[in-house]
């Protein structure tokens, strides 16, 4: 059974066909998901999706490329909504200078701010880093995350920056970006990190796995990235799927 730590089927490209997504997840072995909400509509379908289907769980935040809308009301709703029964992280949030909707400044703001309401309710943080993983560290060093931890979500650095976010108590989760052939050093990663604290996801609908590339993700496709994984560390299929399932319910404190 496998576990996708990070996938948006509240995205309006699932529109249509939710209940059948789920269930091609379930033949291809991906039998629980967390849904990621990082504005007001697609929170709202996160929270609504988990509520409705026992193999969701929700992770809600205010993604960085939407820094510049985040207002004391916004947080104020945020906060409350956190106490959703099935919210099991606080996420994504981060830094974006890739597209930098808002300056670094805003940004860092409003992510520290995060940081803080998930220490307060003592939530694991889902962390979105793109073109700015230097930045990234520096905020979870100074604001001591060693105590939630959390995830870093469809990790792309090397394994030098992996072991950094690891001595500061993160996970490392994979995409489909380990199936591309030019991805090695997120490969190098799926090699050495340890098995204790790697996850598997899909981010879809995007970041679809190899054989896949190019269309729409889905979460069943987060088999690709276990089967990945499994063949680059030499180990068979279902010690990936079994140890990144039982990584993924300890982090969010599921009991089953």
């Known amino acids: 059974m496998i576990f996708d730590s990070h996938t948006h089927l509240n995205a309006e490209q699932f529109n249509e066909d939710i209940p059948e997504t789920i269930e091609r997840a379930k033949e291809l072995g991906v039998t629980e998901m967390a849904v990621v909400g990082f504005d007001t509509p697609t929170i709202e ?6 509520q409705q289907y026992k193999e969701i769980q929700s992770i809600i ?15 104020k709703r945020l906060q409350q909504l956190l106490t959703t029964p099935k919210v099991v992280a606080l996420g994504e949030i981060g ?5 930098m909707e808002d300056p670094k400044e805003v940004q860092d703001r409003v992510f520290r701010r995060q940081i803080a309401i998930a220490k307060e309710m003592n939530l694991p943080i889902s962390i979105h880093t793109r073109d700015a ?14 105590d939630i931890g959390g995830i870093m979500h469809s990790f792309s650095g090397d394994p030098e920056w992996m072991k950094k976010f690891l001595d500061m108590g993160m996970h490392i ?22 098995m204790d604290r790697l996850l598997v996801e899909t981010d879809a609908p995007y970041l679809a796995p190899v054989p896949y590339r190019g269309k729409r993700n889905e979460p069943g496709y987060t088999r690709y990235v ?31």
């Not at 205010?62 to 207002?71: F, K, M, N, V």
């Not at 010690?239 to 089953?256: C, G, I, M």
């Open 45 to 50: 379908k996160s929270l609504e999706l988990s």
């Open 61 to 75: 935040g205010w993604h960085p490329t939407e820094a510049g809308s985040y207002t004391p009301e916004i947080e």
């Open 95 to 99: 830094l974006d200078y890739y597209w």
């Open 133 to 146: 993983m230097e930045d990234t560290y520096k905020i979870l060093k100074e604001e001591d995350i060693r």
């Open 173 to 194: 989760s994979l995409s489909g970006v380990v199936t591309f052939k030019k991805a090695l050093e997120v490969q190098a990663v799926a090699q050495v990190v340890p």
């Open 226 to 256: 276990a089967e990945k994984i499994a063949e680059l560390r030499d180990v068979p299929f279902e010690e990936v799927a079994k140890q990144t399932t039982e990584n993924a319910h300890r982090l969010f404190r599921l009991d089953k």
